[in-house]
């Protein structure tokens, strides 16, 4: 069992935003950083399997806003690593919507629709009072489309709601591209690159002193002099500060809890953020029975029942010769499968195959099935804030608790559900960080030390306007209790 041995910082996570905030931190000669990974290994939610004879990305799977008006950092890397992907272009499932009987959906009618779906989503959100360009879609209600332009319609809207965090304007402006990674070694090779300086020695051994894995957080013991962490397996860490970089369905869960409390309003705004299921289902066949022709890399199946094994993906673009095809489903039939074996979820999707291509195609040979929502050290696939233009959600989110640091993809105002957001988020975090580190160095310099705690004991609760008369007080050094007060309170209470 370890002692507790104080670091400066402990970061709690090791996926993307855990990996860039601890190279940030370590880049800017913090070296004594750790950090605590609850699984066997670093990621989290960029994660490959072998299936099937290849590399599949059970998470992230796609380079997204590739060509934008912002360079995506994570596009750089892949290009320094030089890592296989492909150009993928998933707006053309529209024009590939099968119906239950096997028949492809006129292009006309494909065409048509998208526009209609496109303007009655931006119509959605105008009504609501949104800049259309700068919000993501919101759901649609549940409806029960009958005509073939309706079912269309119905699913152009259900595939933009699969990929809720993507703005209207990704759709328009043709001029971002999305690339999937087809490499072996996995999208998690980039956070392997990102981390080998710092987390690994020459022989590509793990640094024991930096990295811990299996290690769950359960408990966050926070004061205005430091923060001592708990993991499952009953060990204690010590640090000066933390930077947590877990989920936002982790935080939403009871899995860490926190003394003493995180304040209302940090509790509301991380119940506030949606999170969103999003589950590829992989298949592996003897050989191809579907179309690979160009164009064709995606395909939609129109079923009554919404998102039922809606939209599906062959492989062949990225591993050619596989033979194995990728079912997404989102949400309620995420959870729904998630909860079923996978023979039962194999007999769906083969009837579902079969509505489409006929009874005679051959059954698959494997099949294999994440379960994000149920993984404690998930639950979920990425936040989804349902309307971004409440930034104040977002920085609720985001905002330090004395010395608490939070982080993650959750965290990102542009990015959020995305590699990239979860990066830059790191970087964010730890730059914040650092600039809280170097203020505390000039304050201790200075002779600034202030005894809130006796001051509390006295007054038995500090009101705002008391904080405020207080000179040289620091976020840090409030006791969570006066957070109560609210946000306003506190930047107030920044002199
Ligand atoms: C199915 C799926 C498809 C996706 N597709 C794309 C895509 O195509 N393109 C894209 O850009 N993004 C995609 N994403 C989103 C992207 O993967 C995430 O936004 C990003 O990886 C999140 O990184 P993060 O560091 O914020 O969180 P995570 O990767 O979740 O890292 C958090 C880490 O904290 C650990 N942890 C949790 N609880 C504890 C605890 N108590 N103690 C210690 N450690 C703990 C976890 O094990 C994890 O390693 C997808 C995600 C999923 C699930």
């Not at 949606?274 to 066949?285: A, P, Q, S």
């Not at 039939?333 to 009874?359: C, H, N, W, Y």
Request: proline share 5%.
């Amino acid at each position: 069992m370890d002692s507790p041995s104080r670091s400066s910082v402990i970061v709690i996570g090791a996926g993307v935003s855990g990996l860039s905030a601890a190279k940030v931190l370590v880049d800017n000669g913090i070296d004594d950083v750790v950090i605590l990974e609850a699984s066997d290994r670093i990621g989290g939610r960029v994660c490959k399997e072998n299936f099937g004879g290849v590399s599949v990305e059970l998470g992230a799977g796609w380079i997204v806003g590739v060509g934008g008006k912002e360079p995506n950092p994570v596009w750089e890397l892949a290009l320094k690593s030089s890592l296989r992907t492909c150009f993928s272009d998933y707006s053309n499932a529209r024009y590939n919507i099968y119906d239950r009987s096997g028949k492809i959906f006129p292009s006309g009618v494909a065409a048509d629709s998208y526009k209609k779906a496109v303007d009655s989503a931006i119509q959605k959100l105008r009504n609501q009072g949104v800049d259309a360009d700068d919000v993501s879609i919101v759901s649609e209600p549940p409806c029960t489309p009958k005509t073939p332009m309706e079912l269309a319609i119905d699913f152009i809207l259900h595939d933009f709601e699969m990929a809720e965090v993507e703005p209207i304007s990704t759709y328009l402006d043709f001029g971002e591209r999305e690339f999937l990674v087809a490499d072996e070694r996995g999208y998690e090779y980039l956070l392997y690159k990102m981390a080998e300086d710092f987390l690994f020695t020459s022989e590509g051994k793990i640094l024991d002193s930096r990295l811990k894995l299996n290690k769950v957080v359960r408990e966050i013991q926070h004061s205005r002099t430091g923060v001592t962490v708990t993991t499952e397996d009953g060990c204690i860490y010590e640090a000066n500060y933390v930077v947590l970089s877990v989920s936002i369905g982790v935080l939403q869960s009871d899995l860490i809890s926190f003394t003493p409390p995180l304040p209302r309003w940090k509790t509301e705004a991380i119940e506030k953020c949606d999170v969103m299921v999003y589950t590829k289902i992989f298949l592996k066949f003897p050989y191809k029975f579907w179309p690979c022709a160009p164009g064709k890399e995606f395909f939609i199946y129109a079923h009554e029942r919404r998102g039922y094994y809606t939209f599906w993906q062959n492989m062949e673009n990225a591993y050619p010769g596989s033979n194995i095809l990728v079912v997404t489903i989102t949400n309620g039939e995420s959870k729904r499968i998630e909860a079923q074996s996978d023979e039962e979820t194999l007999k769906e999707s083969m009837e579902v195959l079969r509505d489409m291509f006929g009874p005679d195609i051959p059954d698959a040979i494997d099949i294999l099935v994440p379960r994000w929502w149920s993984n404690r050290f998930q639950r979920g696939s990425y936040s989804n804030y349902p309307i971004i233009s409440d930034c104040q959600v977002v920085q609720n989110i985001k905002e330090p608790i004395g010395r608490i640091y939070f982080t993650g993809e959750h965290t990102s105002e542009r990015f959020n559900g995305y590699v990239h957001g979860g990066y830059l988020a790191g970087i964010d975090t730890s730059n914040a960080l650092l600039e809280e580190m170097r203020k505390d160095k000039e304050r201790k310099s200075d002779g600034q030390s202030f005894l809130l705690e006796p001051l509390l004991a006295l007054t038995g609760s500090l009101t705002l306007t008391q904080t405020e008369s207080v000179s040289g007080l620091h976020k840090c050094d409030l006791p969570t209790q006066l957070y109560l007060n609210g946000k306003l309170g506190i930047q107030e209470a920044i002199l």
